[in-house]
T-cell receptor, first 110, second 117 residues
């Protein structure tokens, strides 16, 4: 099935650094979601975006719904060890099914 | 956020047996639940959409007789892997939406690690 293009695939950063990842698509969506998944667990919703251009924060996390409705980014400021995990973007257009990104694996170097 | 509980978290079964996985929305009613399969280091692959009171909608390539889905109530959907084989070993995850249309967020269960030996 269709997947969103998520980049980068993996990131190795030092604690305290900022992180940025993004998702792009050739299709328009009207909802973008960002999830975090830790090993052996299901994804946990971080931020939900419902309007083009919307910029939403959740603590150190900030995400934006691209104005073209074909992309979204997630920023994490001042990373800490517990930020380690795989981050997925997801999007849908009106119907129930979510399309998922390929994931960004975040590793923090002490 | 809303809570979705999945049970069991891990199961090991013998080839040829069937395994049932439960997905419950604990603090909200979910007319629609989704079942995903996730291979190691890969993204989530939608298997089927489970609709309360009606037949599930399966994605292309997913065998409906192999993966039986029942959504008998607004808070419970079950996935039964029938006549399991080692290649069915995987991480299965369910999700439930808190409503319909825009603004309805999808929350995930904690996943079930199935190992078929």
């Amino acid at each position: 099935g269709q997947q969103l293009n998520q980049s980068p695939q993996s990131m190795f950063i030092q604690e305290g650094e900022d992180v940025s990842m993004n998702c792009t698509s050739s299709s328009i969506f009207n909802t973008w979601l960002w999830y975090k998944q830790e090993p052996g667990e299901g994804p946990v919703l971080l931020i939900a975006l419902y309007k083009a251009g919307e910029l939403t924060s959740n603590g150190r996390l900030t995400a934006q719904f691209g104005i073209t409705r074909k992309d979204s980014f997630l920023n994490i400021s001042a990373s800490i060890p517990s930020d380690v995990g795989i981050y997925f973007c997801a999007a849908n257009f009106g119907n129930e099914k979510l399309t998922f990104g390929t994931g960004t694996r975040l590793t923090i170097i002490p | 956020g809303a809570v979705v509980s999945q049970h069991p978290s891990r199961v090991i079964c013998k080839s040829g047996t069937s395994v049932k996985i439960e997905c419950r929305s604990l603090d909200f009613q979910a007319t629609t639940m989704f079942w995903y399969r996730q291979f190691p280091k890969k993204s989530l692959m939608l298997m089927a959409t489970s609709n309360e009171g009606s037949k599930a909608t399966y994605e292309q390539g997913v065998e409906k007789d192999k993966f039986l889905i029942n959504h008998a109530s607004l808070t419970l959907s079950t996935l039964t892997v029938t006549s399991a084989h080692p290649e069915d070993s995987s991480f299965y995850i369910c999700s439930a939406k808190t409503g319909t249309g825009t603004g309805a967020e999808a929350f995930f269960g904690q996943g079930t690690r199935l190992t078929v030996v």
